[in-house]
């Protein structure tokens, strides 16, 4: 009987599993079923963690919160943040046993110092927190989402092709959302309104749609042109673009419009060879002339009277209404409100990931609008530099900023010293993604969701590698991602 066991083992815990299954799930417990992929995940985990953090990429833009759910208001992302929590604990065991898991180069980046020194920075504003609680919340998230996204990463791109594979592996699944959001939108005759919720429930509404949309619009225009690249996979190149430009267009989002052209700004500065100085000088007379001149320029936007509508040209001139507009008054709302959080609390914050939560009273009677809600349930600052200010303080906004200033910084400088070639022209197109967000950015914020965070930080990431694969003259031979 024992050596028909140990011969047959396989498919008697098979049948045994069955047999238990059925009868938990006939008693409401069908959670059992789920250990097989349960098994499957710890596995890949320790055996193929790169594997998984490609498949974490690919399972993105089809993640679901359970929050739109309603299942009991838990804001976390179905299959993507799990994973990522079980790759950072990991990882992190790894750190703590092993030396050189993260490469010394990676780990002596100006922007990685940046990205260190954030959380650091929220780690200290837990203590005088308004919500303790949510505030460690929110620090646990950027961490598994920093450190799967940047961190595990960078040893990902050791191998450069992952850099595309994850490229399109995220395109891919995106695709498939567009296709989904784009049906359901014919089904509404392309109307504005059913803009803002037909991506559901993959994505929340159409800011977020449109935001990631654009992320990865400057790759697919180069992306027939990398190298020897299969005339069938141009081909593909050229239909995702053509489906990603669609999408872009109906999701009547402004904001990612916008960026588009500011991140076509960027490419001309490259192309002409701008130094990030002057850049820097451009920045700052364009923000003082805006100071002096701000309440004409105020009273010419109060002249614009075009709404949101379905005509896309009337939806274009209404980006500057700062009249009637209501989306574009209640952003007005949120910022005015965040300036009044760090007026009261200007070094701390009121904690990291609390503003939804305290911006209520903060509200203004001539700021409100018809969509503003006393219990201040609309959402967040929209902002990824005003929210850091409410939320963390002088110190949580300026390192935010230092963090965009110096990858744009590397980036321009980096640009230069690539010899002209697939791998420049993949940096070009990374970098135009990263730009697109960081002016978004001014008007929104996403960085607390998977779908923003893992091309934001892995595209960060790409760039550090650039910059160590290339380093300045006289500034030592070139290193390579794992060795540096």
């Known amino acids: 009987m024992v050596q028909a066991l140990k011969r047959h083992w396989v498919p008697v815990v098979c049948s045994a599993f069955v047999l238990l299954n059925l009868v938990l799930t006939a008693n409401d417990m069908p959670w059992l079923a789920l250990l097989p992929a349960a098994l499957l995940t710890l596995w890949a985990m320790v055996a193929a963690a790169d594997k998984l953090l490609l498949f974490i990429v690919f399972a993105t833009p089809l993640s679901i ?18 994973l990522m929590v079980g790759l950072t604990v990991l990882f992190l065991l790894k750190v703590a046993l092993e030396k050189g898991v993260v490469a010394p180069g990676v780990l002596r980046h100006p922007i990685t110092a940046l990205i260190i020194a954030q959380l650091v920075w929220m780690a200290a504003c ?5 919500m303790p609680l949510v505030s460690f919340k929110f ?44 049906i359901n939108h014919a089904q509404h005759h392309f109307e504005q309104d059913p803009a803002h919720w037909v991506m559901t429930p993959f994505f929340k509404d159409h800011t977020s749609y449109g ?3 654009a992320f990865f619009l400057p790759f697919l225009v180069v992306a027939p042109f990398l190298g020897d690249t299969p005339r069938t996979q141009r081909g593909f190149a050229v239909a995702m673009l053509l489906l990603f430009a669609t999408g872009l267009v109906f ?14 700004g960027m490419w001309v500065v490259l192309r002409v060879r701008v130094p990030s100085w002057a850049l820097f000088l451009l920045l700052v007379s364009a923000g ?13 936007m109060e002249r614009n009277r ?20 209501a989306s574009n008054l209640e952003r007005l709302n949120r910022w005015n409100s965040a300036l009044r959080m760090w007026q009261e609390r200007p070094v701390f914050g009121w904690g990291p990931g609390t503003y939804m939560f305290q911006y209520a009273p903060f509200q203004s009677s001539e700021d409100r609008t018809i969509i503003s809600t006393n219990f201040g349930t609309g959402g967040n600052a929209h902002s990824e530099y005003l929210g850091p200010l409410s939320e963390q303080g002088l110190p949580g906004m300026l390192l935010m900023v230092l963090l965009v200033a110096v990858t744009v910084h590397t980036a321009m400088r980096l640009y230069p010293r690539m010899p002209a070639g697939p791998e420049r022209t993949l940096l070009v197109a990374v970098f135009l993604g990263l730009v697109t967000y960081y002016l978004h950015g001014s008007l929104n914020n996403f960085l607390d969701t998977d779908k923003a965070a893992v091309p934001f930080w892995m595209f960060t990431a790409m760039v550090v590698l650039f910059d160590l694969r290339y380093p300045k003259a006289g500034g030592g031979t070139a290193v390579s991602a794992s060795r540096s």
């Open 126 to 130: 837990i203590v005088p927190s308004s």
């Open 65 to 82: 919160n359970l929050e739109q759910l309603d299942l009991g208001g838990i804001g976390i992302s179905l299959p993507t943040e799990p």
């Open 251 to 264: 999701s009547y989002t402004r904001a990612a419009w916008v960026s588009l052209v500011g991140a076509l």
């Open 211 to 213: 935001a990631i949309i």
């Open 306 to 325: 075009e709404e949101s509508s379905d005509d896309l040209g009337e939806h274009v001139q209404s980006i500057s209404n700062i009249s009637s507009d």
């Open 139 to 182: 620090l646990l998230a950027r961490i598994w989402f920093v450190t799967t996204c940047y961190f595990m990463a960078t040893r990902l791109f050791e191998d450069p092709r992952n850099m595309q594979r994850m490229l399109w592996l995220f395109i891919t699944a995106m695709a498939g959302v567009i296709v989904y959001t784009v």
């Open 288 to 300: 003082t002339l805006y100071a002096v001149n701000a309440d004409r320029i105020t009273v010419a």
